[in-house]
C-alpha cells in the first residue's frame, strides 16, 4: 500500500551557493537527476510614466532579435537545434530573462544570453515590426471586458505618473507610434545594465562552474547611467465609488473591486496566505460562496499585486457576472470582503487553508522553473535566499492574529469597484 503523501513539511533542503559576482548576485542548486538547466533572473530599471514603460517594454522584446554578432535567425536556430528557449519580459521596475536548456547546452547559453543582454542589434525592420505587434496586442487587450475593467481601475486607485497607472489606449498608441530605432537604442544605452543583476540557476550542474560563465560573459557589465529613484507622483484619496463603462457586444459584466495597499516586506508570507484564503484558490471563501453556495457566478479570484519598499500594491477581486445577477453579485461580493476585512477567521478555517496552501507551493516547486521562480522571487523581495521549507516554516508560523491584520488593510468603505459590460436597461 502506498503511503499518503503528506504536506506537512518541504521535502529536505538542498543546498544553495549564494556568490556574489562582480555584476551581481548568483544563486545556484544542484539536481543530480535532472539533465536540464533551468535559467532566471531579472535586474532593477527605473520607474516611470506610461511611456517609460511602453519603452522599455519594446526594447525589452527586441533583446532577442539579434544582437551585434548573431542575427535573428541565428539566435532562433542556435536554440532550436538543442530545443532550449530564451524569453525577456518587462515588468514594473525588473527586466527579467529566463531560459530552459540541456545542462551540457550551458556554455552556448550563457554567452547568448549575455550578447541579448548587453549587446542587442536593434535593427530598424525589427523595431517596426515589434511596435505593430504590441499596438497590435494593445488594441486586442482594451477590446476585453476584464482588461479594459483593469485599466480603468488602475486610473482609479493609482494618479498619472505612478507604475499601476494604465494610460489610455489612445495615449499609448500615440506614444507607441512615436518611438522609433534612436528611442530604443537610447533606452537601453541609458536604462539597462547590472542593477541589482539577480541570476538563479537551478540543474545537473556544478553551480560554482556555471558561476564562472556567468561572470566571464557579464564581468563588465555595469549599472545604467540612469539613477535609480522611487516614484513619488502624489496620491488619489479613497474614495470607494462605483464606475459603469458600456462595451458593446458584451452580454455579461466584467466587475473589479480593489484597493491599493502597502505593506512590510516581512507581511508578503501572511499576505500571500491571506489572498489564498479569500479567492487566490478554488478552496477560497469567495469560490464556497459566490459560486458553489449562492450559484452567482461561474469565474470569480482575487489577485494581489506585491507591494514594495517604494512602491504601493494593489489588492482585487475579479468576478464575472450576468445582467440577472449584477447586483445581487456585488453585494454578495461586497459582504465577504467585510467579513473578512473584520477579522472573521476561524482557527480551523487557517489551518486548513494553510496546510492546501503548502500542497500548492510544494507542486509548484517541484519543477527546476518552478524553484527557480520562486527563489528569485524572494530575492527580488529583498528576503535573501528563502528555501522552500523555511517559507513552510513561515507559513506554520502565520497566526489569526497576523492574517487580521493583513485583511483588515482591505478598507471595505475604500474599495472601488469597475463594472464593464451591457449598457444598462433605462
Known amino acids: 500500500m502506498n503511503a499518503k503523501p503528506s504536506f506537512d513539511r518541504a521535502p529536505p533542503r538542498r543546498a544553495a551557493r549564494d556568490l556574489a559576482l562582480d555584476c551581481g ?115 486586442y487587450a482594451a477590446q476585453d471586458p476584464h482588461m479594459l475593467a483593469s485599466a ?23 506614444w507607441l507610434e512615436a518611438l522609433g530605432v534612436d528611442d530604443v537604442r537610447a533606452c537601453h544605452e541609458a536604462l539597462f545594465g547590472a542593477n541589482e543583476l539577480l541570476v538563479v540557476a537551478l540543474g545537473g550542474f556544478d553551480p560554482s562552474s556555471c558561476a564562472v560563465e556567468f561572470e566571464q560573459h557579464l564581468r563588465t557589465w555595469r549599472p545604467p547611467r540612469r539613477p535609480i529613484t522611487g516614484t513619488d507622483a502624489g496620491a488619489i484619496p479613497p474614495r470607494g465609488e462605483t464606475t459603469r463603462i458600456p462595451h458593446s457586444g458584451s452580454t455579461s459584466s466584467s466587475v473589479l473591486i480593489g484597493t491599493r495597499l502597502t505593506f512590510d516586506v516581512a507581511d508578503g508570507v501572511t499576505a500571500w496566505l491571506a489572498n489564498r484564503i479569500l479567492g487566490g484558490s478554488y478552496a477560497s471563501r469567495l469560490v464556497a460562496s459566490l459560486r458553489e453556495r449562492q450559484a452567482l457566478t461561474y469565474s470569480v479570484r482575487s489577485e494581489l499585486i506585491d507591494p514594495q ?29 467585510e467579513r473578512f476585512a473584520d477579522g472573521d477567521i476561524a482557527t480551523d478555517e487557517l489551518d486548513r487553508q494553510r496546510r492546501a496552501a503548502i500542497g500548492a507551493l510544494l507542486v509548484d516547486a517541484a519543477s527546476l522553473q518552478g524553484m527557480g521562480a520562486f527563489l528569485l522571487r524572494n530575492l527580488e523581495r529583498g528576503a535573501g535566499v528563502v528555501h522552500v521549507d523555511a517559507f513552510v516554516e513561515a507559513l506554520a508560523a502565520v497566526s489569526t492574529p497576523q492574517l487580521q491584520r493583513v485583511a483588515a488593510a482591505l478598507q471595505p468603505a475604500r474599495l472601488e469597484t469597475v463594472i464593464v459590460g451591457p449598457e444598462p436597461e433605462a
Open 309 to 337: 519598499s517604494d512602491l504601493d500594491g494593489l489588492w482585487r477581486v475579479a468576478i464575472a457576472l450576468g445582467e440577472d445577477k449584477l447586483e445581487r453579485g456585488i453585494a454578495a461580493t461586497r459582504a465577504e470582503l
Open 152 to 174: 480603468v481601475l488602475s486610473r482609479r486607485l493609482f494618479e498619472a505618473g505612478h507604475p499601476h497607472h494604465e494610460p489610455s489606449l489612445e495615449q499609448r498608441i500615440d
Open 25 to 139: 548576485r548568483f544563486v545556484g542548486m544542484r539536481f543530480d537527476e535532472s539533465p536540464l538547466a533551468a535559467l532566471t533572473g531579472s535586474f532593477r530599471t527605473p520607474r516611470g510614466d506610461g511611456r517609460m514603460a511602453l519603452l522599455q517594454q519594446l526594447t525589452t522584446r527586441l533583446l532577442g532579435c539579434g544582437t551585434v554578432r548573431r542575427d535573428r535567425r541565428s539566435i532562433a536556430d542556435a536554440l532550436e537545434r538543442r530545443g532550449a528557449s530564451l524569453s525577456f519580459e518587462a515588468g514594473t521596475a525588473r527586466i527579467a530573462f529566463s531560459a530552459l536548456a540541456c545542462a551540457d547546452d550551458l556554455p552556448m547559453l550563457a554567452p547568448l544570453l549575455a550578447q541579448c543582454l548587453r549587446e542587442p542589434r536593434f535593427d530598424p525592420e525589427d523595431v517596426v515590426r515589434e511596435r505593430a505587434q504590441l499596438a497590435a496586442e494593445l488594441r
